[in-house]
């Protein structure tokens, strides 16, 4: 089993849409999480990161479970700028230095 | 702010040449890393570095070695290239080690 997971997609929505991405992550010792996005064939970018109480910027919404071992990013009014691929991350401290991505998941959004 | 700087941008090799890439971060930050995207596949750990003066091996070390220059350069050397080292490279850097990542815009590298 790999020590981050997510649904590949591609989820195809349309404009104006909500979706919800969810990653889960193995090691219960991940101690910070963050979430990326990814245009084809750009640099992967900081899109938030995941606080324990949830955290909102703009449409976005990300949450943690700990118990479930989880974090979602949730996409309101979807545009056709947010079409990427979205990746998790997760950090634990034991592990110095070393963040594990996710494979991320392809999101189209169409006119 | 340049971030995160990354050379060459592109470069075809010949299989059993050898060459650098380079990067450099202007950000003060503690740690780098190099990592390895292949088409439609996910990040992979090549390297990191978490202070200055300390390396460490990450998921996919063979084949390549590093050197953290300073608290701003970390390089990353491929010593006789193979055509399965064909890849997008990408470097990163954080304030620490639990901080998120910033990275650079690539290198596209093609062995033939």
């Known amino acids: ?23 889960t992550y193995s090691n219960s010792a991940s101690q910070s999480f963050f979430w ?24 976005f919404t990300a949450q943690l479970n700990r118990a479930s071992q989880y974090i979602s990013l ?38 | 702010n340049a971030g995160v700087t990354q050379t060459p941008k592109f470069q075809v090799l010949k299989t059993g040449q050898s060459m650098t890439l380079q990067c450099a971060q202007d950000m003060n930050h ?15 750990l090549i390297y990191y570095s978490a202070s200055e003066g300390t390396t460490d091996k ?24 193979a055509p399965s080292q064909t890849s997008v490279y990408f470097c990163a850097s954080s304030d620490r080690q639990n901080q998120p990542q910033h990275f650079g815009d690539g290198t596209r590298l093609s062995i033939l």
């Open chain 1, 1 to 23: 089993r790999k020590e981050v997971e997510q649904d590949p997609g591609p989820f195809n929505v349309p404009e104006g849409a909500t979706v919800a991405f969810n990653c």
């Open chain 1, 36 to 59: 990326y996005r990814q245009d084809c064939r750009k640099e992967p970018k900081l899109l938030m990161s995941v606080y324990s109480s949830g955290n909102e910027d703009g449409r």
């Open chain 1, 74 to 111: 949730l996409i309101r009014d979807s545009k056709l700028s947010d079409s990427a691929t979205y990746l998790c991350v997760v950090n634990r401290e034991t592990n110095a230095g070393k963040s594990t991505f996710g494979d991320g998941t392809t999101l189209t959004v169409k006119p």
């Open chain 2, 30 to 44: 503690n740690s780098m890393y190099w990592y390895r995207q292949d088409p439609g596949m996910g990040l992979r």
């Open chain 2, 58 to 81: 990450g998921e996919v070390p063979n084949g390549y070695n590093v050197s953290r220059l300073n608290k701003r350069e970390f390089s990353l050397r491929l010593e006789s290239a």
